[in-house]
């Protein structure tokens, strides 16, 4: 059975940064891709990044350009989210998952993780 957990979550203040991983099991993830979303209290899920297998192609949510950086480790079956120059705004549920498409539609991943904590002070 595929699970995935997000690690890495917690309180940070503005400015400052925090590293997410998630660990995939269970399955083979060879030519799926990989993304991040995130959900803040009373607001829709929404994409964060994502990347191929391959790692060669990257997306990101304008919002989060220039200070998040996907990146993954086929090897460990890990995908990770460097997040710098945090803002309250960042302040949500992080989650990661995978999909056969690629997409920043939420709906066409089919995996996901339980999701982990970040929240930013201002």
């Known amino acids: 059975q595929v699970q995935l957990v997000e690690s890495g979550g917690g309180l940070v203040q503005a400015g400052g940064s925090l590293r997410l991983s998630c660990a995939a099991s269970?399955?083979?993830?060879?030519?799926?891709?990989w993304g991040w979303f995130r959900q803040a209290p009373g607001k829709e899920r929404e994409f964060v990044s994502a990347?191929?297998?391959?790692?060669?192609?990257?997306n990101y949510a304008d919002s989060v350009k220039g200070r998040f950086t996907i990146s993954r480790d086929n090897a460990k079956n890990t995908v990770y989210l460097q997040m710098n120059s945090l803002k309250p705004e960042d302040t949500a549920v992080y989650y990661c998952?995978?999909?056969?498409?690629?997409?920043?539609?939420?709906?066409?991943?089919?995996?996901w993780g339980q999701g982990t904590q970040v929240t930013v002070s201002s």
């Open positions: 269970g399955g083979t993830f060879r030519n799926y891709a």
């Open positions: 998952a995978v999909s056969f498409s690629w997409t920043t539609r939420s709906r066409d991943y089919d995996y």
């Open positions: 990347i191929t297998w391959s790692g060669t192609i990257t």
